[in-house]
């Protein structure tokens, strides 16, 4: 079979593109467009713009579509997504929660939360977001680092024959770039001699199906293929493929016997003669005592000589089967050890590479062939420069989409899509009145040619009380009064909000519009509540499935890169629990310096991924409030628990210091129980010095004795006032107090009883 060349393989790259890139992708592109237009107030085409303006009417539009697709992607990413790994065997339990920790560490590094964000916006206003997972092998001083990463959905194109939402059964996925050639160099300058060989196309062609002079805003497509060098003149727009395809690759299954270290075989060989030596004479032992119970019980004459020489038989035999059992378990031991195997699997590539060691061949149990599906990346230049290519150690495509209205194409419909139409409705309609206002405001004139000076007449028709003249002989000029407007087009305006709240299930409640009077606070919580039920049930049966997958893909590719010994810095972001380090692929050692295991092995583990339930889901803010409220109003959880759900400015510290507050309280209730101890025991050592007669001992003790205690209940007064005004100031200190009182107290004490005793 001839081998493909590496143009052959650009050209099929270009040609894939071309059938991914047909009249359907098309169309979905121009819709799509034209949602993110809307989305973006540029809501009238070249054409409408210039009609109306031909027409003297206004061109404004009364954009209802953008807090919609605000208030929706709110609600979406009000909470970040949580995975959670479930080990399969118990044993990858510990490594299990470990890698949701990864996966938290992975998304901070990212950004992640701001990228959701972005890829939830593509979602309602193109109908599709991307997720990317990528490798950066630079991270980390070369260690390497999983990132999550955003893909414009107008950039990947994807086999139209796939009807998984997910893609997941897509021949071929497309990411296609235009890039300006230095820019390719700055990305991958260890290829750029191929780069620099690549022919590309000067801005001026590069296709645009946008026309900025008519748009209210700029969009990547209007400056496209705006690209110069940097003594100013153009650069070449190169087109970049990348072609992600799925792949059967051969594997070798390999069992291998362990190679032995000569001296611990000889080690252990002797430890196990120690051990042996020890129990036969144990075992010898034994037997000479066993022999002469029996020995005694004859003389005794409680066993008759047959029944002595038959138990003695016995004792010997059971004696040399115990030995020879131990010997056996040890001698099995060793041979254990000597046999022990292990299981690889390599590819068969790296097999054909492996066979030619003797050292190898030698230690070769078994090798069994099978195949695995895997992600074959294809990246190249225009339509003949070949850059690279690889299989990825991960069986789903890294790129993991997340559509809205999901059609059984690979072109889900966007959110904004079903609203344009009220829109246009209501902009027409608003227009409409706004020039009918206009035309009463500045009235029209009928009047016969050279009847009056029209200069004259058009600057101060407007001009309250203004004398306008016109010729003799003429018909004085006729006003011409605009018709009274249609009321429907005022019902228009309202129904077509109502409308739009009807379809996307967004009020103007929970866009902060007030409301009326009548409606409660509980009301507001009900509508918010139902409104966001339509966007729930879309998190529950699309995005939620969507980013368990990207959780699985995510694991596949983590557990490939991280396989060296590494440590995670894991942030906690509510402040209430102290920032934690996590360790994996911790080589454990043996006496012999060789790494024979690993503490919390990454790389083959096995678990399930899957997003933690609800962690997605939106929430009333309020709602969620007001139940904490309750919860805390109840003794379900303290005041500290309740803070820690609010968006108090400072909280941290305030939770701090209510933290000291209630431990220096504790340390006060205590202190203040001790001292009522001792105070009672202090009456009775009066009572009992007074009644011995011992005058001295009671003036000098009970000098000391309410010395030390007027200076502790003092001092307790003094943490009280510190404790109500500046516990965050005064903890150290207070703390310090306490404890010198305490001890005074007991000094105080002990000198009363030694006086006591002495007398």
């Known amino acids: 079979m001839p081998r493909t060349t590496n143009k052959k393989k650009a050209e099929a ?69 949580r995975w959670q790994a479930v080990a399969s065997e118990g044993s990858d339990t510990d490594i299990a929660a470990i890698h949701s920790d990864i996966a938290d560490y992975c998304w901070n590094l990212s950004d992640g939360g701001s990228l959701y964000s972005h890829i939830i916006q593509d979602a309602l206003t193109r109908g599709v977001g991307y997720f990317m997972l990528d490798i950066d092998p630079d991270a980390d001083r070369g260690m390497g680092e999983v990132l999550f990463k955003k893909v414009d959905p107008f950039d990947v194109y994807v086999d139209p024959s796939s009807r998984d939402f997910l893609f997941r059964d897509a021949s071929y996925i497309i990411i296609k770039k235009d890039l300006p050639k230095s820019q390719l160099l700055t990305m991958m300058p260890e290829h750029s001699l191929k780069i620099n060989k690549a022919k590309g196309q000067p801005q001026s062609e590069v296709y645009t199906q946008r026309n900025p002079d008519f748009s209210q805003n700029i969009q990547p497509d209007d400056i496209g293929g705006q690209a110069y060098l940097l003594d100013g003149s153009e650069d070449e727009i190169i087109d970049y493929y990348e072609v992600y395809t799925k792949v059967k690759v051969a594997y070798m299954n390999l069992f291998m016997k362990v190679p032995q270290n000569i001296q611990q075989v000889e080690e252990l060989k002797r430890d196990l003669q120690n051990q042996l030596h020890d129990v036969k004479r144990e075992a010898t032992v034994a037997l000479k005592e066993r022999q002469q119970k029996i020995d005694a019980a004859l003389e005794n004459g409680d066993i008759i000589p047959e029944r002595a020489a038959l138990e003695k038989k016995k004792a010997e035999r059971e004696t040399a089967e115990m030995i020879t059992q131990r010997e056996d378990m040890l001698k099995a031991k060793l041979k254990e050890l000597k046999s022990q195997t292990t299981n690889q699997i390599v590819t068969e590539k790296e097999f054909k590479i492996l066979i030619e060691n003797e050292q190898f061949k030698e230690s070769l149990l078994d090798a069994i062939k099978f195949y695995d599906e895997r992600v074959h990346l294809s990246c190249s230049l225009s339509s003949d420069i070949m850059l690279y290519e690889y299989v990825l150690p991960i069986n789903e495509y890294p790129i993991v989409p997340i559509p809205y209205m999901y059609t059984n194409t690979p072109y889900p419909m966007s959110a904004v899509s079903p609203l344009i139409g009220k829109q246009q409705e209501i902009n027409k309609a608003h227009q409409i009145m706004v020039h009918n206002a206009n035309l009463g405001s500045n009235l029209r004139w009928m009047y016969e040619e050279g009847s009056v000076p029209e200069e004259e007449w058009e600057q101060y028709s407007s001009s309250p009380g203004a004398l306008l003249k016109y010729r003799q002989g003429f018909q004085p000029p006729t006003p011409v009064m605009p018709a009274t407007l249609n009321s429907a087009f005022f019902s228009i305006t309202q129904e077509g909000k109502q409308d739009m709240e009807y379809m996307s299930g967004i009020y103007s409640s929970m866009q902060g519009a007030p409301t009326q009077q009548h409606d409660t606070y509980r009301g507001m919580l009900t509508i918010d509540e139902y409104g966001t039920r339509r966007v729930k049930a879309w998190m529950q049966t699309i995005v939620e499935p969507s980013l368990t997958h990207l959780g699985k893909v995510f694991q596949q590719l983590s557990q490939a890169t991280y396989t060296a010994q590494k440590v995670f810095r894991i942030t906690q972001p509510s402040g209430l629990q102290e920032d934690r380090q996590v360790e994996i692929n911790v080589p454990i050692w043996d006496d012999m310096s060789q790494a024979i295991t690993k503490f919390h092995d990454y790389a083959s583990a096995r678990f399930d991924v899957k997003v933690i339930g609800g962690s997605t889901l939106p929430v009333n803010r309020w709602a969620l409030l007001e139940e904490y409220f309750r919860w805390y109003q109840s003794g379900l959880i303290d005041d500290i628990a309740m803070l820690a759900q609010t968006d108090i400015r400072g909280k941290e510290k305030i939770m701090e210091r209510k933290s000291v507050y209630s431990q220096l309280k504790s340390q006060v209730e205590n202190l203040e129980k001790a001292l009522k101890d001792t105070s009672g025991e202090n009456d009775t050592l009066k009572r009992q010095i007074v009644q011995a007669g011992i005058r001295h001992g009671v003036d000098v003790g009970q000098g000391e004795m309410d010395k030390e205690f007027n200076m502790t209940k003092a001092q307790q007064k003094m943490l009280r006032g510190f404790m109500q005004n500046e516990f965050d100031m005064a903890k150290k200190e207070l703390g310090m107090k306490v404890d010198t009182a305490v001890s005074q107290f007991k000094a105080g004490m002990s000198s009363v009883k030694k006086e006591k005793s002495s007398s």
Request: net charge positive; charged share 30%.
């Open 13 to 81: 790259n270009k040609t894939l593109w071309d059938r991914a890139n047909g009249s359907t992708r098309q169309q979905w592109r121009s819709k799509q467009q034209k949602a993110l237009d809307f989305y973006l107030n540029d809501q009238l085409t070249e054409d409408e713009q210039r009609m109306l303006e031909e027409s003297g009417m206004p061109t404004f539009t009364i954009n209802r579509v953008t807090p919609v697709i605000e208030i929706m992607k709110f609600f979406v990413t009000a909470k970040s997504p």
